[in-house]
C-alpha cells in the first residue's frame, strides 16, 4: 500500500518525511504499548499508535520502523519531529479512532504481522 | 571501546538517549542490523527500566570486535521477586508510566530473548544490576 493512498483513506496528514509519500508498506502493528511493538523481530512495518510522545518515536528507531500513524488526532510534537526527521520515520496524523484506522487499512490489504 | 551513560529515574524526554547514541556507534561500526536491532531493543528495555522503575542509574557499554556487553546498574526500590518480574505481562508499572506507553510487563523477558547472556540481581531498598551480552558474529 502506498503511503500517499493510506493517507487519503484515513483522512491523514503527513507531518513528517512527505518526500517518501510513493513509498509502499505491508504491514502493520497497532499498539500503544511500547514495549508490545518492541517484541516485533522484524522492522518493515507500520507503526499505528496514540502515543504522540518522544518514546513513540524512540520506539520506532530502535525497532527499525519505517512509517507510524498516530491516531485519535493526537499531534507530533516538535521533539518527536526532529528526532523523526535524524532517523528518517515519516509519520502521518489521522483524526480518526485507532479501531477506525485499522478497520479501514486491514479491509484495504494492509497485513497484520501475526 | 567503553562508553558511559548517566540515567535519571522520571526523565521520560531523555529516556532513549544512551540506546540511541549505542545504535549509532554500532551503525558506523557495520554492525548487522540484525544484532543491532537485538541490542538496542534490549538497551532501550533496560533504560527505560530504571527511568521507570528506579531514582538514577548508570549504563555502560564495552564494545569489542566480537560483541557488546552492557552493564545497567541503579539506585532504586530494587525487585523482591525475580523470576515474577520475568513473567511475560507482570507489571508495576505507575499511572504515569503507563501514560508514557511503558506497564506492558514484557521489557524484561524481551531482554532475555535479544540477549546472548543476559544475568540480572537485585537488592530490596538498593537497587538493581543487569548484564546483557550478545555477540556479533
Ligand atoms: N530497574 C528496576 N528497578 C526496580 N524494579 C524493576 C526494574 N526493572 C523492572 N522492575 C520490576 O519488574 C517489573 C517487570 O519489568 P518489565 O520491564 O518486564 O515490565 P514493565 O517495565 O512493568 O513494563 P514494560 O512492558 O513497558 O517493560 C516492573 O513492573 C517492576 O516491578
Ligand atoms: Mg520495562
Redesign the interface.
Known amino acids: 500500500m502506498i503511503i500517499r493512498e493510506l493517507c487519503e483513506m484515513v483522512s491523514g496528514r503527513i507531518v513528517c518525511g512527505e518526500s517518501r509519500r510513493e513509498e509502499s508498506v505491508e504491514y502493520a502493528f497497532a499498539s500503544d504499548l511500547m514495549s508490545d511493538v518492541l517484541t516485533v523481530r522484524n522492522g518493515n512495518f507500520l507503526m499505528i499508535t496514540g502515543l504522540a510522545n518522544i518514546q513513540s518515536v524512540r520506539t520506532a528507531e530502535m525497532s527499525d520502523v519505517p512509517f507510524m500513524l498516530l491516531c485519535r488526532n493526537k499531534k507530533a510534537t516538535e521533539q518527536m519531529i526532529e528526532v523523526a526527521q535524524e532517523n528518517k520515520l515519516l509519520i502521518v496524523e489521522s483524526p480518526y479512532s485507532m479501531f477506525r484506522c485499522v478497520g479501514i487499512l486491514y479491509n484495504a490489504g494492509l497485513k497484520p504481522l501475526f | 571501546m567503553l562508553s558511559e551513560f548517566k540515567i535519571e529515574g522520571g526523565d521520560?524526554?531523555r529516556?532513549?538517549y544512551a540506546?540511541?547514541q549505542i545504535?549509532k556507534i554500532l551503525k558506523n561500526l557495520n554492525v548487522s542490523?540484525d544484532v543491532v536491532?537485538r541490542v538496542?531493543?534490549a538497551l532501550?528495555?533496560a533504560e527505560?527500566n530504571i527511568v521507570a522503575h528506579a531514582f538514577k542509574g548508570v549504563i555502560v557499554a564495552d564494545i569489542s570486535n566480537s560483541g557488546i556487553k552492557l552493564v545497567l546498574e541503579d539506585e532504586g526500590p530494587g525487585i523482591p521477586d525475580i523470576g515474577m518480574a520475568m513473567t511475560k505481562g507482570y507489571s508495576t508499572a505507575s499511572q504515569t508510566v503507563r501514560e508514557?506507553?511503558?506497564?506492558?510487563?514484557?521489557?524484561l523477558p524481551?531482554i532475555k530473548?535479544n540477549a546472548d547472556r543476559f544475568e540480572i540481581v537485585s537488592e530490596v531498598g538498593k537497587g538493581t544490576r543487569l548484564s546483557i551480552e550478545i555477540d556479533f558474529l
Open positions: 521520560f524526554t529516556a532513549g540506546s540511541s545504535k542490523p536491532k538496542v531493543v532501550y528495555e527505560v508514557m506507553g511503558f506497564g506492558a510487563g514484557m521489557g524481551n530473548d
